[in-house]
């Protein structure tokens, strides 16, 4: 392997907080990420319309990168109104950077348990690994306890030790980590906006002046 892995971070952002830096930051440091990509989504498959704009979700993904020269805001999901699936945008990442870039998925536990009902799951391995992202109170053994068979058989297969696999080559594995816990959500501040409720210190002071002065963005 060349280049240092490349994690990807999907998301609708609506809008971008403290809780996806930390999950970006985590990964970049306990993986040794080269740089973390940050896709907002156009139209997701799996809900209902974002409350922002896509052009200001993506504006605010961008202002709460800007300082980290890691951090990519990627608007390559953000302006499609056909349905948008990962497997589609992990094919357009692994053309533009080549059969060898290791790539990382990154993904809550929660998020990781519902693979299986993904647009074409099985592929993904072929196309990233994935980075599971475990937060306390969300351990993956509970979530995988319920999870689909199916999904199971390739976790137990594909679990990595550790994230040394991530730059070893460049698809095909799965890595646990553990992250603090921020309790912080976008539906939350989405309510605290229209309480009219203070939202520093749960996302960038950027965003919260872009939100404070684009109220219509969020609330
Ligand atoms: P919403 O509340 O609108 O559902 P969200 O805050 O969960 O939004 P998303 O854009 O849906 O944000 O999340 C993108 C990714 O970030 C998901 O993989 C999700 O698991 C993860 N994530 C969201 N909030 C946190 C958090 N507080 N800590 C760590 N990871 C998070």
């Not at 799996?46 to 504006?59: C, M």
């Not at 961008?62 to 951090?71: G, K, S, Y």
């Not at 689909?148 to 095909?172: C, F, M, Q, W």
């Not at 309480?195 to 939100?211: C, M, Q, R």
Request: aromatic share 6%; hydrophobic share 40%.
């Amino acid at each position: 392997m060349n280049n240092a892995p490349i994690g990807i971070l999907g998301g609708t952002f609506d809008p971008i907080h403290n809780g996806h830096l930390r999950l970006a930051i985590e990964a970049l440091e306990q993986c040794r990420l080269g740089e973390v990509h940050f896709i907002p989504g156009g139209t997701p498959p799996h809900r209902g319309a974002p409350k922002a704009s896509a052009t200001d979700r993506l504006h605010m993904v961008q202002l709460a990168v800007h300082n980290n020269p890691a951090f990519l805001a990627d608007q390559r999901e953000t302006y499609r109104t056909d349905a948008c699936y990962t497997v589609d945008t992990l094919t357009e990442l692994r053309t533009e950077f080549g059969s060898q870039q290791s790539l990382c998925l990154l993904l809550g536990s929660d998020a990781f348990a519902q693979l299986h009902t993904w647009h074409r799951w099985r592929e993904l391995f072929e196309l990233a690994h994935i980075v599971v992202m475990q937060r306390p109170g969300q351990p993956l053994g509970n979530t995988l306890a319920k999870a689909d068979p199916a999904l199971l058989h390739e976790y137990t297969a594909r679990l990595a030790p550790s994230s040394k696999v991530l730059h070893e080559s460049p698809a095909g594995h799965i890595v646990v980590l553990n992250i603090p816990a921020l309790e912080i959500s976008a539906t939350d501040i989405r309510q605290r906006c229209v309480e009219g409720k203070n939202i520093h210190s749960l996302v960038p002071d950027a965003v919260a002046h872009f939100i404070h002065n684009n109220p219509y963005t969020t609330c």
